[in-house]
């Protein structure tokens, strides 16, 4: 079984190039730019990891991988412009660099492109592969919208924003796990388990994201702490404060984030400690990291192969940026 | 064989109910909501009765109607955010209504939907129409580029005019004909034709678009006359004027283009009859209905059998709005 960095360089390697004609030269420089922004690739990974676990890598894998790659891009590209965001991995943002109208167009035709690619793999194949990344495409929209929603209402509660967040970020990471599997000729019961694996690991990386934004180092995070107390963004650490925080605490923080104090990031994070959200965060986080290898534990694989995907989940658990 | 009347009733039945499910509200509610703004469905009318050519309508046939239908709203929804649109048929467009955040993903929905269709039908058609599909989506998003990029250049020749016009509007119409074909088990040669005589109708119709939006009958157009030399649009008329005026009267016709004269509409009107601009894009119209025309003859299938595409093609070049 390959390791990760090897599997991601195998990846690089078929990736790492223009996926789109010359003409018309605005679009499909936009479309290409932001897969040059580059990312971890952990997604494509995982469709290469789990299909390793059941058969050798092929074309068809690769193909795949390649779709779920675009497909996440084509994400970023509409979801940056929903949220107005100028930035990303430290460069322009694709609407900020080409123009609104030029990156929803360079969004649709990412999107076209996962299906191009999709549609090259052994027919055997092509309707259980469309069906889950359909499903999951739609289900992707759905999570942004509610998140969109979530910005305008006041009483979510936690089981709502894990299901936003499944919707919005772990069904893609799912799926991924799932479609490799198939490609593998794994059987139902092993790619439901890849599935869930894949889901609460998403999950469980949610909860980390939102614990380095306010509590991460600060010189090895990358952008800046506090980014999402800054932007009142409803959070794992936000919505649990609001559960266990006393009145005077929640008055507080409601306050706070009707306003632009200057010290509002330290003085929302000296609640957060109070209420020990950071400690409640960390077994949070192991508790899904448990569940999503609770269910790797049960594909039936000898352990030995399903070291590296241990290892990955792990890995991405300890990540600091 | 059916009549034009009688297949867009049999789609209408299928067609006309709620595609997506209840949550995210909004998200659905946007989508679904396009949907019921209605239009003509020529080009699933056109799939059915291709399809009709060569072998019995079926459920697979309803589905790739249904893809085409659903991508052409995608398209108008996408359209319209980056055209600014406020109205399309009287009724406020998606962005207006629902926000241009919700309308960016309800446009992405429906394209996933669309794909959710396609993946339905039986796998020996899936691999070729999935082709066919695909890569006409990526030519119409390079048609919409290619639109946009227009708007700033100046030096458009009636070539390149052409070539967005096939890429924004005719290939859907174009690849409608030939997905009806393949369901059918029509040959390659028959499946060719089929593809040529909408791209030719396509562009016939996008011809009489433009001629009917200065030309056309006040009281039966529907939407205010000269719409599109109000807002300075390129169109067949404007660059056949360029071409044939005088220097005298390209100098007024850029300089009425720059400003805002009350009788703008009139006085540019009364250029192109001088130029007459009418009778050559009627001459143009007929032209392009008449190589439609001669591929569908082509097409080796008994006369009769194609009556009623050659009946539509005819009424589409009739009519007044």
Known sequence: MKSFAQIS?????KFNRNHFP???AKLYQAAQYVLGIG????????VLMTNELFAEINEDTFHVAMAVELFH????VHDDIMDKAPIRRGLPTVHEKFGESTAILAGDVLFAQAYDYLMRIKPVFLQPVLR???KTAKEVCEGQQLDMDFEQKSDINMDEYVQMITLKTSVLLAASMQLGA?????GAGNQDQLYEFGKYLGIAFQVQDDYLDTFGDPQKFGKQIGGDILCNKKTFLWLYAMEVASAGQKDQLLELSKNDDPKKVEKVTAIYKMCEVDAWATSLKKKYLEKALFHLDEVAVQKVYKEELNK???HLMQRES
Chains 1, 2 share one sequence.
């Open 312 to 314: 990955i989940a792990l």
């Open 132 to 134: 889950i990344f359909t």
């Open 39 to 46: 990312g971890k690739r952990v997604r494509p990974a995982c």
């Open 9 to 13: 360089s195998l990846f690089e390697e």
């Open 22 to 24: 010359a003409e018309p």
């Open 182 to 186: 198939i490609l593998g000729g794994a």
């Open 73 to 76: 891009n084509f994400t970023l």
